[in-house]
């Protein structure tokens, strides 16, 4: 008898040893960029294995097919993305994760929605913010927001997606792993198609350029972590790229990787972007053919802003503005991050700016400023573009949300106020600083 129950338990002890080692979902899945046909599915395993998404029409997958995708190893520390091909637009495709061919979820398995044709008519939503703070927990409640309130077709995350502050690949996936998982960010990533660009804190240490050490290996990192449609150009690395959906173009710009110097001299070198990437910029914004463009930076691109900011390019920001003004560039709204409040400008009375944030960081009580319609300071902030083409002027409204609150904002810019032919009303500016008194220098 006793040998028996030896032979049983040695047998559960064998068969939980090989449940033990098989590999699990351990971060994600997470929806990349979703064009009309094809999609990007990201997820990371507990250990080496191969990953395989099942996919198809039906939400008990009856009927699906399977996708392989990569060999997740050491060196991308378990996690890569597949991408599947061959969807139709607007469609809304249920998905699992496969790994060494076991499914790696349970059912109700969650589902995302193709994009429609490129070029047609319709309506868009597309959150956008910044500034997720030092730890996951700060961003637990507008994430929570977003995913309960508010339905959106598309999230972009405009830079320091992390504050790991380092080049280093472990420390920056500490810090990625702690954001990821944040059970609201999980919940929409799942479903709804995520995009990314970097600032200083996900790109390297505080306020750092060109120059930083290990960036190389920072843009590695970096992709491993975003399903984006693309990175830079074949002889230009970076984290800039351009898509699309229906009648809206995005461009997303890479302000760290060839960024000069923020105090270097303005003396007609002195680059955000770096000569490459500002080229394939102009070439695309003047191929582009939507009625509303995107541009996101990092940066702020209002000219009374900080040091960290387009304020310091001044001459390479006023060579953008004036090459869309020279082509009559119509439809462009800039995004951007990096400033721990939520505001929007009409930049010398022609280009709206909206910079939106932050999803966790302590909020900047700034003032108003030049140009300036709109100024939160209170919260963690997340704002939505609702985006309609349908019309002969396309139709943009701005949402904001701050976690816990629900919408607290909402405006809709006509099209003459976002191609600067009627003016918006700025905030009134603060009372300039007294002047300094001087010193009695014949003080006794």
Known sequence: MKTWLLL?????????????????????????????RDTRIWARASQPARLAV?????????????IEGPALGGDSDFMGHVVVEGLQPTTTYHYAIILDGKTAMAQPYPSFTTAPE???AGKTRVAFSSCVGRSGFMTAAIWAEMSARPRFDLLLMLGDNTYADSTVPEIQRRHYY????????????????????????????????RTAQGKEISLQTFQQFWANPGYGQRDDPGAYFKFSRGDVDFFMLDNRYHRSPNRAPDDGTKTMLGAAQLAWFKRELLASRAKVKLIASGSEWEPNGHLDSWTSFGRERDEIFGFMREHDVQGVILLSGDRHF????????????????????????????????????????????????????????LEVYRGGFGRI???TLTWDEINGRTKIPTLPLPPPAPPKQKKDAAKK
């Open 118 to 120: 490129t070029g047609s």
């Open 54 to 66: 099942r996919i198809g029409t039906d939400a008990d997958l009856a009927n699906a097919r399977v």
């Open 8 to 36: 049983l338990a040695g047998l559960a002890v064998t068969e939980l040893s090989a449940q033990v080692s098989s590999a699990y979902l351990a971060l994600g899945p997470m929806i990349g960029h979703t064009g009309p």
């Open 342 to 397: 939520t505001g929007a400008y009409q930049i010398g009375g022609r280009f709206i700016e909206v910079t939106s944030g932050p999803l966790g960081s302590r909020t900047t009580n700034g003032v108003n400023k030049p140009d300036m319609f709109l100024n939160l300071v209170e919260g963690t902030m997340c704002s939505v573009f609702d985006v309609d083409t349908t019309a002969a002027e396309p139709r943009v409204t």
């Open 409 to 411: 904002h909402e405006r």
């Open 178 to 209: 702690d954001h990821r998982g944040t059970l609201g960010y999980a919940e929409i990533t799942r479903r709804v198609p995520t995009y990314a660009i970097w600032d200083d804190h996900d790109y390297g240490p505080n306020d750092s350029d």
